[in-house]
């Protein structure tokens, strides 16, 4: 899976929310998901499994994305709406779990920055 994301991700440092072959028809960025990628990429790193010279620049490349996201107010912004399809992300729409995520993942960037 690994891989999969490292190919997949988007010149911007996000993913598409088309992810699994619909990048064209989905292309605007998404935060939450973005988030939950960077988790686990970095845990991945920092727990041994993944190799750090592959995938910390892919890491750096999407944190680098995501903190652009955030607006001047704090809020992590483009987090797709909840729903039962992909759909339109807004600079200014957030939800509580697209800000979990955010925060999960920088708690991994904090520790891979940190060895």
Same mark, same amino acid.
């Given at each position: 899976?690994?891989? !999969?994301?490292?190919? &997949?991700?988007?010149?911007?440092? &996000?993913?598409?929310?088309?992810?699994?072959?619909? +990048? &064209?028809?989905y292309p +605007?960025?998404?935060?939450?998901?973005?988030? @939950? @990628?960077? @988790?686990?990429?970095?845990?991945?790193?920092?727990?041994?499994?993944? %190799?750090?010279?592959?995938?910390?620049? +892919?890491?750096?490349?999407?944190?680098?994305?995501?903190?652009?996201? *955030? &607006? %001047?107010?704090?809020?992590?912004?483009?987090?797709?709406? *909840?729903?039962?399809?992909?759909? %339109?992300?807004? !600079? %200014?729409?957030?939800? +509580?779990?697209?800000?979990?995520?955010?925060?999960?993942?920088?708690?991994?960037?904090?520790k891979l920055l940190s060895?």
């Open positions: 899976m690994a891989s !999969a994301l490292k190919r &997949t991700q988007q010149k911007d440092g &996000t993913w598409s929310m088309g992810i699994l072959g619909g +990048v &064209t028809g +605007v960025k998404e935060t939450s998901g973005a988030s @939950f @990628f960077i @988790f686990g990429l970095a845990w991945g790193i920092n727990q041994g499994l993944l %190799d750090r010279e592959t995938y910390e620049p +892919v890491i750096l490349k999407g944190w680098n994305a995501l903190s652009r996201c *955030v &607006t %001047d107010e704090g809020i992590l912004g483009h987090v797709q709406p *909840v729903g039962a399809a992909p759909g %339109d992300s807004f !600079a %200014d729409k957030t939800e +509580v779990y697209g800000i979990g995520a955010f925060l999960a993942a920088g708690a991994e960037m904090y060895h």
